[in-house]
């Protein structure tokens, strides 16, 4: 039978557990990443950096021995291509080739090796108004599960688009072990911040994603982002500044790590290798408490 990628995604209400009433993505529970690699969902603010967050750190991982899978999850499609000099192919079009028939896909056809060995993927996207990007996460699992990719992983990194909002795009956290949230020292960030912990912690009652920290990025200083990690229960892991160098790896296609070295550079680096060390060990998981929108707003209102 043939199955299309956009039509009738698993969603349906629940009475409890990601939320009251809510409507949410809900994959096939047989096609969950049950291997021993560690699954990361970045999330944050549209724009924010967290493609360039993410690909830098598959980059890190992978300078630590590790085999890394990127998976851009994000119809721009535009993830991993710092890693691979162009943008790629994503499921969606590979399977549209095939009239959607999975077994007539090859590995090399969607999965395609990046700098220093990161493999990587683009999920793609229905059509604009067309179907749910969830149901688009579920069956690149699905097909990365049938081809023994997730097998041959040590780390697995989602890069999930803008912020989570909806059930589809949370949906990464369903594999995830730790839900990672990229944000820049203003009010828009942090308060983007602010529901993607309340998103993860909501995720949390049915599977086994927990926040696992802070990355401040593009920022000169943290203060804003400390203030309200201490109010909430949330912790930094890592700080980038905003620096013209990480502007200018992206209009070169390229990662930081392939970029001329400078003082300023390696203390980038320096820190991507000290953020991917500290979660290759792993920490505590994270208990937030998320504030409600009005009293964020309030609690933001310094000058």
């Given at each position: 039978m043939t199955t299309t990628l956009i039509s009738r995604p698993a969603v349906h209400t629940k009475q409890k557990g990601d939320g009251d009433g809510?409507?949410?993505v809900h994959l096939d529970p047989k096609v969950q990443i049950t291997t021993g690699a560690k699954v990361f969902a970045v999330y944050g603010k549209g724009?924010?950096?967290k493609s360039t967050t993410s690909s830098n750190l598959s980059v890190a991982f992978s300078k630590l021995g590790k085999r890394v899978?990127?998976?851009g999850c994000d119809p721009k499609h535009d993830s991993t291509f710092t890693l691979t000099k162009q943008l790629m192919p994503t499921v969606i079009d590979v399977l549209e080739q095939v009239n959607f028939h999975t077994e007539e896909l090859r590995v090399e056809d969607f999965v395609f090796e990046g700098y220093n060995g990161v493999m990587c993927v683009?999920?793609?996207g229905p059509p604009a108004g067309t179907g749910c990007g969830?149901?688009?996460v579920g069956q690149t699992v699905k097909l990365l599960k049938e081809h023994h990719l997730l097998d041959d992983s040590d780390v697995v990194i989602f890069d999930v688009l803008g912020d989570v909002?909806?059930?589809g795009f949370a949906s990464p956290l369903q594999h995830a072990e730790r839900g990672l949230i990229v944000t820049a020292n203003d009010f828009d960030s942090i308060f983007?911040?602010?529901r993607i912990a309340a998103a993860i912690q909501a995720k949390s009652k049915n599977y086994g994603v927990r926040i696992g920290g802070v990355i401040a990025n593009r920022s000169k200083d943290t203060d804003q982002i400390d203030r309200f990690n201490a109010a909430i229960g949330l912790n930094r892991l890592a700080h980038f500044p905003d620096l013209d160098v990480?502007?200018?790896s992206r209009l070169k296609k390229s990662t930081l790590f392939e970029m001329e070295s400078s003082p300023e550079l390696d203390a980038v680096k320096d820190e991507y290798m000290k953020l991917a060390a500290s979660l290759w060990v792993g920490s505590e998981p994270v208990e937030a408490r998320p504030m409600k929108d009005r009293e964020i707003f309030d609690f933001l209102g310094y000058d």
């Open positions: 809510s409507v949410q724009g924010i950096g899978l990127q998976i683009e999920a793609g969830g149901y688009v909002v909806c059930g983007a911040m602010n990480i502007r200018r």
